[in-house]
């Protein structure tokens, strides 16, 4: 098998990177081993579509700097003691060598192995599911203004002060719009989850496609990409799970649009880097599409700062920051304690809060971090913080089993699609974002209030 081959090569090559103490040698072990890991995913690509792409986002926030610096001859551990390089280089190592250890321990348990088996791997619209689907879609159109306005306030305060300028004065819409607002996606995410025809999906994905574009106007990439992702690998789901009666999502006419598509997206996205900072881009076509990789590859530098500001920072659990920051900040607790969040990109957010990429960036960057601007986290940097190699190594082998289960979810589960999405979309950028960020997305009072709406709606109802 060429994977394992691959993983032989990339620990021999690590071994005696260790043994020499080579950054060159320890680096191609790393890519040597990625190679083994996309090699294992796309031989099953159908039962491992979620962990193909989490290994993309993988590549893309944590180790595209680091290839485009080894490829030009610039040596990216430059600026770290050894032993910071060697908490980076083990860091991301332990990560991909065991995330796929995760992966097959999913589909091995007699659990797992029972369920795909059982699980009817052809599409079967039940009454349910269509009254499900109508209400859902009723949501969707009775909230979309709420998100469109939402998306659009932002955009309008970016374009009159600046995209800097909006994580520190921007105050954001009325909390029942917020509210309205996070409906219109659950919705649109339920919706889907009910598996309508493509025709019939056509036009709420088009509207909610063309909103989450216009996010980019506020100067964030992320919402408008993983939206993009999302949808692509739903398409690609619908397609391994079509009826005989149904046309296929992806046609050929689309992939090769696809194919098109993505490096001019890339070098838009790497445009509008400079753009959103009021700065000319003096770059051409390639040009643009090294310089996405290189600037946004770099998540990779927290694993380094977290062992060398680790009795700087504050002695916080910042794995569960989100998870405490959500507690601490809800509108109940806050009653009952009196306790305000403090708003972003402040001392006392820096200092009191349990968000590393706050904290960090206040160390590193500090005038940076007062002026509005930030420099991110990395899941990978909060588990060794708090809990070494072995959170890393844990962790991954749960995010493993994680993206293993969600790429083999049945098309007759309604509520297992609906969590698949919704988790995806929370979790693309987890390699540049908070360990625990995607736990607000299924914990809020929102969503679980708006399942119960439309489970108390469609009860024994029936779709004639």
């Not at 990409?225 to 397609?239: A, E, K, P």
């Not at 990109?345 to 968000?355: D, K």
């Not at 790429?407 to 919704?422: A, E």
Request: proline letters at 3%; glycine letters at 6%.
């Amino acid at each position: 098998m060429l994977e394992v081959m691959i993983f032989l090569l990339s620990f021999v090559l690590f071994t005696i990177g260790i043994g020499v103490t080579s950054f060159y040698i320890l680096t191609l072990s790393i890519f040597a081993l990625y190679a083994a890991d996309c090699i294992m995913a796309w031989k099953k690509r159908h039962d491992r579509g979620v962990v193909l792409l989490f290994l993309l986002s993988f590549f893309t926030f944590l180790l595209g700097q680091i290839l485009i610096y080894m490829l030009t001859g610039l040596q990216w551990w430059a600026g770290f003691t050894i032993e910071e390089t060697m908490v980076v280089i083990k860091g991301i190592y332990f990560a991909l060598l065991f995330f796929p250890v995760g992966v097959v321990l999913s589909e091995h348990t007699r659990l797992s192995s029972r369920t795909i088996s059982s699980a009817d791997r052809s599409l079967t619209i039940t009454s349910r599911m269509l009254s499900i689907q109508r209400i859902a879609l009723m949501l969707f159109w009775a909230t979309l203004a709420a998100n469109a306005f939402e998306i659009i306030s932002r955009v309008i305060f970016v374009i009159r002060n600046s995209y800097v300028g909006s994580y520190l004065s921007y105050s954001g819409v009325n909390i029942i719009i917020s509210r309205l607002a996070d409906i219109n996606r659950i919705s649109f995410f339920l919706f889907l989850a009910t598996v309508p025809s493509k025709q019939h999906a056509k036009r709420p994905i088009i509207i909610w496609t063309l909103l989450n574009m216009v996010s980019i106007l506020s100067g964030g990439r992320t919402t408008a990409v993983v939206t993009l992702l999302v949808l692509f690998y739903y398409f690609i789901y619908r397609d391994e799970h079509l009826n005989e009666e149904e046309t296929e999502w992806i046609t050929p006419r689309m992939k090769r649009m696809i194919v098109i598509a993505v490096p001019i997206i890339i070098a838009f996205l790497g445009a509008w880097n400079y753009l959103r900072n009021s700065k000319n881009v003096d770059l051409g076509f390639f040009g643009l599409l090294i310089d996405f990789f290189e600037s946004q590859g770099g998540a990779y530098k927290h694993l380094a700062y977290a062992q060398r500001y680790a009795g700087e920072l504050p002695q916080k659990f910042y794995t569960f920051g989100p998870v405490i920051n959500f507690l601490r900040g809800n509108i109940f607790v806050s009653r009952l304690t009196g306790f305000r969040m403090p708003a972003q990109n402040t001392v006392a957010a820096a200092t009191i809060g349990y968000s590393y990429g706050q904290a960090i960036t206040y160390i590193v960057q500090p005038w940076n971090y007062l002026a509005g601007l930030g420099m991110g986290s990395s899941y990978l940097a909060e588990l060794y913080y708090d809990f070494g190699y072995g959170g890393i190594i844990v962790f991954n082998i749960l995010l493993g089993a994680l993206f293993s289960g969600l790429s083999r979810v049945s098309p007759n589960r309604t509520m297992s699609i609906f969590f698949m999405l919704v988790i995806l979309d929370s979790t693309l950028n987890l390699p540049r974002n908070a360990c625990m960020a995607w736990f607000t997305s299924i914990t809020s009072i929102t969503l679980w209030l708006t399942l119960l709406l439309v489970y108390l709606v469609t009860y024994k109802r029936r779709v004639p």
